[in-house]
């Protein structure tokens, strides 16, 4: 079964510190590329970071730029998304998405989708 297995998120006071792991299963992610979107309640899901595929550049939104780092484990086939500094402008679900052979993360081109998990930025 071909999945994306979503872990961590949480409550987190602003300033605070959050780590993201979506685990492939079923496939290895080396053909796609990867990303990070997140969906605050009303809005639209958004990009936020991703790996392109195949030069694996990394690109970040304006809006997390500099506070938050994407990384993959091959040999987990795994990827990461370290949030420091965060604000409650983060407050969002955030997926883990992989589009087939993509040169960038759109969210249309996205072909497998995590389960989404719940970040909470608030005193």
């Known amino acids: 079964q071909l999945q994306l297995v979503q872990s961590g998120g949480g409550l987190v006071q602003p300033g605070g510190s959050l780590r993201l792991s979506c685990a492939a299963s079923g496939f290895t992610m080396d053909n796609y590329a990867i990303g990070w979107f997140r969906q605050a309640p009303g809005k639209v899901r958004d990009e936020i970071s991703c790996i392109n595929y195949p030069d694996r550049a990394i690109n970040y939104d304006d809006s997390v730029k500099g506070r938050f780092t994407i990384s993959r484990d091959n040999a987990k086939n795994t990827v990461y998304l370290q949030m420091n500094d965060l604000k409650p402008e983060d407050t969002a679900v955030y997926y883990c998405?992989?589009?087939?052979?993509?040169?960038?993360?759109?969210?249309?081109?996205?072909?497998?989708w995590g389960q989404g998990t719940q970040v909470t930025v608030s005193s």
């Open positions: 998405g992989v589009a087939w052979r993509a040169l960038a993360c759109v969210r249309t081109s996205v072909n497998y």
